[in-house]
């Protein structure tokens, strides 16, 4: 089964803290997105990955940034962690050639800032 | 059924009942539809997509209906059990990147013993 990784399941940050959210998947997948999940209001794309240091933007970039050194890691950065980025957020990733029902959601990051 | 707000909708069954899960979606240009199910503390898992050339669609249990004039889609759980309680998502592909999705709200399903 492929298997998507998140590093951590909790952090606790302060405000204007730099944060690294990593995510890992070992199945050789070329695309990797970044989703943040809030209550009400579903899942919210970010940025996604369609290869090594390619990137676009999702729906709602501003305040993120991202990094893709590997092919199997992908990285949410926040330069200055705000309180609006308290939230759930999920990784995942598919092939090229598969479709949106292919994609494999990591277990996800709950970010707390105070 | 799922709407825009910042409370997500709920529906309670008993164990053995059929769910009907519903969902409004935005775009008639959007091709394809997905749900999702998210058991907590996971991500989300795929459960059944549908094309919109389609109306109808059938797995395990889940039936995928899907009604273009009203822009609705909705999913239906036979017989459903304990471990079905969950979030279920919808998502639509409004063409373009395969990848790219608008997400619903998500409903929550409480199956009750």
């Known amino acids: 089964d492929v298997k998507v990784t998140q590093s951590s399941r909790y952090l606790v940050k302060r405000t204007g803290e730099k944060v690294f959210l990593e995510c890992v998947q070992d199945?050789?997948?070329?695309?990797m997105f970044w989703y943040r999940q809030d209550p009400g209001l579903g899942l919210r794309l970010i940025y996604f990955?369609?290869?090594?240091?390619?990137?676009e933007k999702g729906d709602i970039p501003e305040g993120y940034s991202v990094s893709r050194e590997k092919k199997e890691r992908f990285s949410l950065i926040l330069e200055s962690a705000s309180t609006n980025q308290t939230s759930m957020y999920l990784c995942a990733s598919t092939f090229v050639g598969g479709g949106a029902n292919v994609l494999t959601f990591g277990a996800g990051s709950r970010l707390t800032v105070l | 059924g799922e709407s825009v707000g910042l409370h997500l909708p709920t529906l309670s069954v008993q164990e053995g009942d059929n769910s009907i899960i519903n969902c409004a979606y935005s775009n008639s240009a959007s091709d394809y539809f997905i749900w999702y199910k998210q058991e907590s503390g996971k991500g989300p898992q795929f459960i059944i997509d549908?094309?919109?050339?389609?109306d109808k669609r059938q797995g395990q249990r889940v039936t995928v209906l899907l009604n273009k004039t009203v822009k609705h889609l909705s999913l239906q759980i036979a017989a459903t059990q304990p471990g079905d309680s969950a979030v279920y998502f919808c998502a639509e592909n409004s063409g373009g990147s395969n990848y790219k999705l608008t997400f619903g709200k998500g409903t929550l399903l409480t199956v009750n013993p």
């Open positions: 549908i094309r919109s050339n389609m």
């Open positions: 990955s369609y290869d090594v240091k390619m990137k």
């Open positions: 199945m050789d997948h070329e695309n």
